[in-house]
């Protein structure tokens, strides 16, 4: 089963793996679990899970993500700041 993956090898999400400070937020925020802890940092555990809502990278304090969020993914993004439910934009539930 395929499972909740979009496109493969087009995901534009990044670790910078020497920023992280493995405070987890990424992992708190992320809807589709795409992070794991890895020690003292997270790492990229599904990349092609990832549908660039950009709520890691907007979430990380140290800066250690980026991710080209699509302009569509702006109402998801803000849902999942404010903590609401539904903060995943690109699968209805
Ligand atoms: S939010 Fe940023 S600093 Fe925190 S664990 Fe994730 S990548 Fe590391
Ligand atoms: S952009 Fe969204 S789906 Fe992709 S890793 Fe970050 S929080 Fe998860």
Redesign the pocket.
Same mark, same amino acid.
């Not at 493995?22 to 708190?28: A, N, T, Y």
């Given at each position: 089963m395929a499972g909740l993956t979009y496109l493969k090898d087009v995901v534009t999400l990044a670790?910078? /793996?020497q920023?992280? !400070? =493995?405070? =987890?937020? #990424?992992? /708190?925020?992320c809807p589709h679990e795409v992070?794991q802890?890895d020690g003292r !940092?997270?790492r990229i555990r599904d990349r092609d899970a990832c549908m660039e809502c950009g709520a #890691?990278s907007l979430? #990380?304090? *140290? =800066? *250690?993500?980026t991710v080209k969020a699509g302009v569509g993914c702006a109402a998801a993004v803000i849902n999942g700041m404010l903590g609401r439910k539904g903060a995943s934009c690109c699968c209805a539930e």
């Open positions: 670790l910078d /793996e920023r992280c !400070t =493995g405070c =987890g937020m #990424c992992l /708190e925020v992070f802890m !940092t997270v #890691c979430n #990380c304090p *140290a =800066g *250690a993500l």
